[in-house]
T-cell receptor, first 110, second 113 residues
């Protein structure tokens, strides 16, 4: 099993550009999450999903949108990137106990 | 805002020694989890303790939970160089299960060979 995978691993965007981060899991987990990690801030929850077709806002949802069209995939979109969105983004899945994390996407917005 | 706060923020010990890190939280929980993060990698789940448990063991790990003090501790015995990582506590509940966790800011542990 691959576990949780994320694409891309690295990305540099210019302010105002858009992009989609893809998360995929092969563990048949119901719950999926998107976090951002910034120095000294720990992990902060952006959006999460408790099942296919459902999404909910986390602690820092502004500027992001998500979709869960298929159980195994959870997409995070940035419609108009801002320098404040420079961060490392982690996807995770669970059912429902411990969370399994992907390797992360390092995003820089210039 | 962060629910959990780890203490200390950084810890350096000699290989073979025990490492203890603490986590304090603010609101009621139904479980508390500890995760490890190696540099540049995703988090890895270590152990989960529920609110009705006081102590739990897993290999060289020992976790305690004191809900009256809203605190938890993680003890790593006989440390190894491979234990060098950041350690995070995460709390879930009380109004839902584990589907949403709140993470602390982490303790950076360095094991000196």
């Amino acid at each position: 099993n691959a576990g949780v995978t994320q694409t891309p691993k690295f990305r540099v965007l210019k302010t105002g550009q858009s992009m989609t981060l893809l998360c995929a899991q092969d563990m048949n987990h119901e719950y999926m999450y998107w976090y951002r990690q910034d120095p000294g801030m720990g992990l902060r929850l952006i959006h999460y999903s408790v099942g296919e077709g459902t999404t909910a806002k986390g602690e820092v949802p502004d500027g992001y949108n998500v979709s869960r069209l298929k159980k195994q995939n959870f997409l995070l979109g940035l419609e108009s990137a801002a320098p404040s969105q420079t961060s490392v983004y982690f996807c995770a899945s669970s059912y429902p106990d411990e969370q399994y994390f992907g390797p992360g996407t390092r995003l820089t917005v210039t | 805002s962060q629910q959990g706060e780890e203490d200390p923020q950084a810890l350096s010990i000699q290989e073979g020694e025990n490492a203890t890190m603490n986590c304090s939280y603010k609101t009621s929980i139904n479980n508390l989890q500890w995760y490890r993060q190696n540099s540049g990698r995703g988090l890895v789940h270590l152990i989960l303790i529920r609110s009705n448990e006081r102590e739990k063991h897993s290999g060289r790990l020992r976790v305690t939970l004191d809900t009256s003090k809203k605190s938890s501790s993680l003890l790593i015995t006989a440390s190894r160089a491979a234990d060098t990582a950041s350690y995070f506590c995460a709390t879930g509940g009380p109004n839902f299960g584990n589907e949403k966790l709140t993470f602390g800011t982490g303790t950076r542990l360095t094991i000196i060979p």
